[in-house]
Nanobody
Framework: QVQLVESGGGLVQAGGSLRLACAAS????????MGWFRQAPGKEREFVAV????????NYADSVKGRFTISRDNAKSTVYLQMNSLKPEDTAVYYC????????????????WGQGTQVTVSS
């Protein structure tokens, strides 16, 4: 099993920044592609970003390109999501997830999930 624990969520004004972290344990962290998803009330969980094992290859949803940055520190078994220029529509529960499939954007292909952390962006 892979255990994932998110942190760093909170309340921020539009235009502000937050940095989310996801600490992984239980299996070999470096073998996994690590992704971030988010889910707003009444909506399906949607892809945000993913990074490969080395940290050198990433993919982002169009809605967050240029504003969010995903990174990983394998020595710390931790994945980060730096969120800048936040908008009210970014408000959601953000989930960290792990998969062995390369840079997949589908939530159905991720095998392990964290508990989520709430991000609220006020107008």
């Amino acid at each position: 099993q892979v255990q994932l624990v998110e942190s760093g969520g909170g309340l921020v004004q539009a235009g502000g920044s937050l940095r989310l972290a996801c600490a992984a344990s239980g299996r070999t962290f470096i073998n996994y592609y690590m992704g971030w998803f988010r889910q707003a009330p009444g909506k399906e969980r949607e892809f945000v970003a993913v990074v490969n094992w080395s940290g050198g290859n990433t993919n982002y949803a169009d809605s967050v390109k240029g504003r969010f940055t995903i990174s990983r520190d394998n020595a710390k078994s931790t994945v980060y999501l730096q969120m800048n220029s936040l908008k009210p529509e970014d408000t959601a529960v953000y989930y960290c997830a792990a998969t062995l499939q390369a840079l997949t954007t589908s939530r159905y292909t991720y095998n392990y999930w964290g508990q989520g952390t709430q991000v609220t962006v006020s107008s």
